[in-house]
């Protein structure tokens, strides 16, 4: 296979249990009222919601390279892996986790990917701390080889500050932006490939794909022409072609969804998919982006019938199960997907 599937998710607070022998502390008592009634069958449920959803992207084949965020650790992020193998046996998905968040939070980012498809070097996988007066959210780096051919690509997993407590949050996602930037320039300078080395940045941002944090800050542009003729580490940001993605909804109405999430009735792109200019120009490169196959993955299940709604959630207990889950939900955010051809194949 040339091609390859390269997807995002924020799972929306893939929490374990409540008695969940395993959970460190600080987590205990920032999550313990959301968690009052989040029992094993529940657990077990959204595991079974969330794999019901992966297993069909890319063509019901499942993704090659999946990043995911709000995972409470690398355990409760396994068992999700071991419900997709068991549902796509061709697969062998594995998981690249580097070390837990200092959010103080509990909800990290990770990459499945298929070991029968890629490798990595553990040398080669990196958090990048995002850092203000406290520690936030991490972006997770690692470097993915192909095994058919060795060609190389690098994935950036971000999950940027959330927009809670208003506009005096835009500097925490303008550092995060900052911090994507710096090492992309980094790759740009270290990697074997130096400047012909392909990066995909993907992630919940937490910001449009029109705010200062992504055009100003992470150097991500609309104008595709501006990346290839750039001598400087930019990206092209896919994001701005599914503004608008028609949808069929739950209930078999067609819909236009105008968002990768909706809050307070609004529609925001918020999980974006940044591309650096080996995969976008006429250039040699490892990979190269496979035109107009970029995506807001939203299969009819997922999508509710409501204008001012997005996605169907699952939902915590936060100590209501009856009022706050919904077990024929999955999370409060559609996967994003791309996909990549393997020039060596």
Known sequence: MSTYYLGFWNLENLFGPEDYEDRIEWIKSDVKSDLEGWDDALFEKKLDQLTSIVIHMNGDTGPDILGVCEVEDEHILGKLVSKLNAARPARAYDIIYKTRDISFRGIDTAIIFDANAFSFDDELVFNHFVMRRTGTRDILQSTLKSKATGSEIVVMVNHWPSRYGGGSTAGFRATAAETLAYWHGRIFEEAPGGTRTPVVAIGDMNDDPWDDSMTVHALATRERGDVMRAKSPKFWNA???????????????????????????????????????????????????????????????????????GPIRFGLPEGDVEKNINEDGFSDHFPVGVKVRDTAA
């Open 239 to 309: 994001s701005w072609t599914y503004l608008e993605t028609p949808a069929v909804d739950h209930k078999g109405n067609n819909r236009v969804l105008e968002g990768t999430l909706y809050y307070d009735n609004n529609g925001n792109v918020f999980d974006q998919v940044l591309l650096n200019r080996p995969l976008v120009d006429t250039g040699d490169a490892s990979f190269k982006y496979v035109e107009d196959s970029v995506e807001v993955f939203a299969p009819a299940e997922m999508v509710s019938h409501l204008t001012g709604k």
